[in-house]
């Protein structure tokens, strides 16, 4: 069974920057494609980036382009997300998820994932 877990939220300043990380066990991943999502109160689940486990295709979602850097450590079995320039907006718990397949244009849909780790908080203020 594949397991995910989060870890590298907490509260930072609007500016700064922060890296996640997803520690993914129990299946061989080269197959996979690792996605970041982030959930804020109130709202739905949306994404913000996703890597092939080989690492030589990535997307990200517009607001976060140029911010955020997704790498996997492949040695690790972890996937990374580093993000800098930091806003309130970014404010929301932090999802790793997981699925089989291709890296494709519809990385981003939330309900292809099969796989979720319980998610970490990032609190960011202005």
């Known amino acids: 069974q594949v397991h995910l877990v989060e870890s590298g939220g907490g509260l930072a300043q609007a500016g700064g920057s922060l890296r996640l990380s997803c520690v993914a066990s129990g299946g061989s991943f080269s197959t996979y494609i690792m996605g970041w999502f982030r959930q804020a109160a109130g709202k739905e689940r949306e994404p913000v980036a996703a890597?092939?486990?080989?690492?030589?295709?990535?997307g990200y979602v517009a607001s976060v382009k140029g911010r955020a850097s997704i790498s996997v450590d492949n040695a690790k079995n972890t996937v990374y997300l580093q993000m800098k320039s930091l806003k309130p907006e970014d404010t929301a718990v932090y999802y790793c998820?997981?699925?089989?397949?291709?890296?494709?244009?519809?990385?981003?849909?939330?309900?292809?994932?099969?796989?979720w780790g319980q998610g970490t908080q990032v609190t960011v203020s202005s």
């Open positions: 998820a997981a699925r089989k397949g291709m890296f494709g244009t519809a990385w981003h849909v939330p309900t292809d994932y099969d796989y």
């Open positions: 890597i092939n486990w080989s690492g030589d295709s990535t």
